[in-house]
């Protein structure tokens, strides 16, 4: 018996890392999976090793930020196995650099893949569950680096900070559906994040790997199933052995002016009180150096 045993799942861009591991793990939960990957073969290999193993699942190949595309999601998800039960956003690209560098291609290719990558499938499966019913849970992709900044990834982590304030809001839009929207910020040793995390071993590895994109998978699943039909809304750290809870933008510190108009000098005298209330810093600070876990102390 698995948490999702006779769920059906859909995962975006389930070909490798996370996402592939995402995919094995609901099958081997019980899920029917409809499996998307932009890379036909590689696609392909994740189908044909959830079969291997004694589960159920269908590609269907494409770029995900096309609605087409995700519509078909949705369409094989019901062809296939008769219904749709949650959807895994987790496609992604990378196109680090700079901003003073960074091109509008390079910026548009990730926002692209990110943010309409996470709208056009959750939108179909809303209308989905809009149409049939719920219940129906949604797994989003964010990243400490939209939640707390990285240098060198202005693109890539406003289109992360957006998808943790999207899954926010779909989550309040459809509370009455019966469907709840969470979202994750993993983090894990994948061909995306080889620089960040080390290479990629070439074999297994004796032992616990804290960085194994695979470590992500169990939190999703459990998010996916009705275990977690009471959550939603919300943004957890996951990585390794570890499950975090991050709290929301919250206001810190206020100056107030009796009733009145600020004075721009009056505020300029005022505004170090907020930081003080609040403990921090005025300037400009390596926010990643506030996580939790970071490669210098789990390899």
């Not at 009471?230 to 991050?246: C, M, N, P, R, T």
């Amino acid at each position: 018996m698995g948490l999702l045993d006779g769920k059906v799942v859909v995962v975006t861009g389930a070909g490798r890392g996370i996402g592939r591991g995402e995919a094995i793990e609901c099958a081997r939960q019980g899920a029917a999976v409809v499996v998307n990957e932009y890379d036909q073969a590689v696609g392909a290999e994740v189908v044909a090793e959830i079969e291997a193993a004694g589960g159920a699942a269908v590609l269907v190949e494409g770029d995900v930020a096309d609605v087409a595309v995700a519509d078909r999601l949705v369409a094989a998800a019901v062809e296939a196995y008769g219904r749709l039960d949650g959807l895994v956003n987790n496609a992604g690209v990378l196109r680090d650099r700079t901003l003073l560098k960074m091109t509008p291609e390079e910026w548009d290719a990730v926002i692209r893949v990110h943010l309409r990558g996470h709208y056009a499938p959750t939108h179909a499966a809303v209308g989905y569950w809009k149409e049939h019913g719920g219940p129906g849970r949604i797994v989003c992709t964010a990243s400490t680096s939209g939640l707390l900044g990285n240098f060198g990834q202005s693109n890539y982590g406003a289109a992360k900070a957006g998808i943790a304030a999207f899954a926010t809001i779909v989550a309040m839009e459809t509370a009455r559906m019966g469907v709840t929207c969470n979202a994750i910020a993993p983090a894990a040793r994948t061909r995306m994040t080889e620089g960040a995390y080390g290479e990629i071993p070439a074999g297994s590895e004796d032992g616990f790997d804290f960085w194994h994109p695979d470590n992500v998978a169990p939190m999703v699943a459990f998010l996916l199933s009705d275990r977690a039909a009471h959550i939603s809304g919300k943004v957890f750290g996951v990585q390794g052995d570890a499950v975090e809870l991050y709290r929301p933008w919250t206001s810190a510190a206020v100056v107030e002016n009796g009733g009145s108009r600020w004075d721009p000098e009056v505020l300029a005298g005022r505004v170090q009180e907020l930081f003080t209330e609040a403990g921090i810093v005025p300037g400009a600070e390596n926010m990643m150096a506030r996580l939790r876990y970071t490669l210098t102390e789990r390899t």
